[in-house]
């Protein structure tokens, strides 16, 4: 098991003590990277106003002024702790705040640091100190663990936040996992970026057991995800599957080491970002587990009137990702999907270099899965016709009432 080491600012506002995270348990434990912290926080002077470039601290629940002016905020989510002044490493992240919500996703922040190692490789004047600088934003969907996403108004919630600060001018451009992000965009605002994508399969995780296969009758499976709960049950009815696993990738797996569920799933994208795949039992096959909509692949969003930004942007898009992220958000939105429909859908390009479409639909229980699958060019206007297309088969297939079963 990895463990966090610190290292405090030299204004010693901080007290921070590395401690691995106590997750283990009987047997066999997977890792999970963690720590605690205890902070001697201070009251900042107000931020003062400026002309024109704005330099945001954090923003959890108070500001600070900074010396020097930041040419790109990147916004990105996490839940508020204490505030204080740090600086911390872990063995993927490393990275100086001002101000620092200790509850933050790591996932979030690593995401938000592979944006800005990309923008500083790509652009020598944002390779200087300070020349960027990564705001995190509390949102509704991480200070709201206890009830299913469904159940407190969809996915909308991991980017709404962030969305605002977006357009308010706090941030200057704002880093999603896309399979966050809701079919519209707000006004106002673009998302002209999407990186490499990543591996976009689902990874097994369990303590005692190396396949879903495997698992005994009656067994508990923990999710938080309809997508795989429908699919899970639609091939394996004998098992039990827990909805409201929520929480981190370290949370879920602290969960499963202290024996709440017998297995997982987690995106194997993340546990990569994380340097986490150690804990991964198995990788499932894209025909096992049809994956979410832009599983995998991170957007990032700026104002439609900040062609600056748009021009930094533009160096990280990577068109053959976002070509296949637009098919599949052009399935979801003909199905009107959200955290309340089991739906999967997954565009890749084939050996021939066309598109390849498969989508997915569900019922909740898992009883019913309609498939369908389309091929065509490997071009924008014929690949929003096919995830529209499939999508249309798949609503008239389904009939009034599939996703309500």
């Known amino acids: 098991m990895e463990t966090l080491t610190s290292l405090c600012a030299s204004r010693a506002l901080v007290s921070h003590t590395a401690r691995p995270m106590p997750i283990s348990a009987a047997g066999s434990s997977v890792s999970a990277k963690g720590y605690a912290c205890s902070i001697k926080s201070r009251a900042f002077p107000p931020r003062k106003q400026r002309a024109s470039v704005v330099k945001a601290a954090v923003a959890v629940e ?54 800005r190692e990309k923008l500083m490789a790509a652009h020598s004047e944002l390779a200087e100190e300070g020349a960027i600088e990564i705001v995190i934003i509390k949102t509704t969907g991480d200070k709201i663990l206890s009830q299913p996403l469904a159940d407190i108004g969809g996915k909308g919630l991991f980017t709404k936040e962030i969305d605002e600060a977006l357009i308010n001018g706090d941030i200057d451009i704002a880093v999603h996992s896309m399979k966050d992000v809701p079919t519209y965009l707000p006004e106002q605002t673009i998302l002209p970026c999407n990186m490499e994508r990543e591996d976009v399969r689902d990874a097994f995780i369990s303590l005692n057991a190396s396949s879903l296969a495997d698992l005994p009758a009656g067994s508990i499976i923990g999710t938080a995800s309809l997508r795989r709960k429908s699919q899970i049950l639609h091939r394996y009815p004998s098992l039990k599957v827990v909805e409201n696993f929520r929480g981190n990738v370290q949370t879920r797996l602290r969960k499963l080491n202290e ?38 692949a991170i957007g990032i969003a700026c104002r439609s009137n900040d062609d600056k930004m748009a021009e930094y942007l533009a160096s990280l898009n990577h068109e053959e990702t976002r070509l296949a992220v637009t098919c599949e958000r052009a399935f979801l939105l003909t199905l009107d999907g959200s955290c309340r429909t089991p739906i999967a859908g997954y565009a890749s390009r084939d050996e021939n270099g066309d598109c390849l479409f498969k989508g997915l639909v569900a019922s909740p229980d898992g009883t019913r899965v309609l498939e369908t699958s389309r091929k065509g060019p490997y071009a924008i206007d014929d690949m929003i016709l096919m995830g529209k297309d499939a999508g249309k088969e798949l609503l008239s297939r389904a009939g009034p009432g599939f996703f309500n079963s």
């Open 62 to 115: 108070q500001q600070t002024e900074k010396p020097k002016v930041a040419l790109v905020r990147i916004g990105t989510r996490g839940r508020c702790g204490v505030v204080g002044f740090c600086c911390f490493s872990t063995s993927r992240i490393s990275a100086q705040f001002d101000v620092i919500a200790f509850k933050e996703s790591p996932l979030a922040l690593a995401q938000a640091h592979e944006t």
């Open 259 to 296: 024996g709440v569920v017998h297995a997982t799933l987690l995106a194997l994208a993340g546990l990569r970002r994380l340097n986490m795949t150690e804990n991964v039992t198995a990788t499932l096959s894209i025909d096992d587990m049809l994956p979410a909509v832009a599983q995998g």
